[in-house]
């Protein structure tokens, strides 16, 4: 079951069950992680590439990055 899939069963839920289920969720992800640090599998790996590329010099440079 894809995290889409999940999200959608919730959505036809009654308000109350979703009040419900939302803080079992809270207290799941409190419980595994309470002070919000941990990484999941893909944030690890997205930062480890991050790291890769500074270290590479693979970086855009601040003066070439259009801000409008």
């Known amino acids: 079951m894809t995290t889409l899939q ?7 839920l009654p308000e109350e069950d979703k009040s419900l289920l939302y803080e079992l969720i809270k207290k799941m992800v409190l ?3 309470p002070d919000y640090t ?8 997205e930062l480890e590439t991050a790291e890769k ?5 693979d970086i ?6 259009n801000w409008e």
């Open 60 to 65: 855009v440079d601040f003066e070439n990055i």
């Open 38 to 45: 941990k990484l999941t599998s893909k944030e690890y790996n």
């Open 31 to 33: 419980a595994w992680d």
């Open 53 to 57: 590329q500074l270290k590479n010099g």
């Open 6 to 12: 999940i999200v959608e069963m919730i959505e036809i």
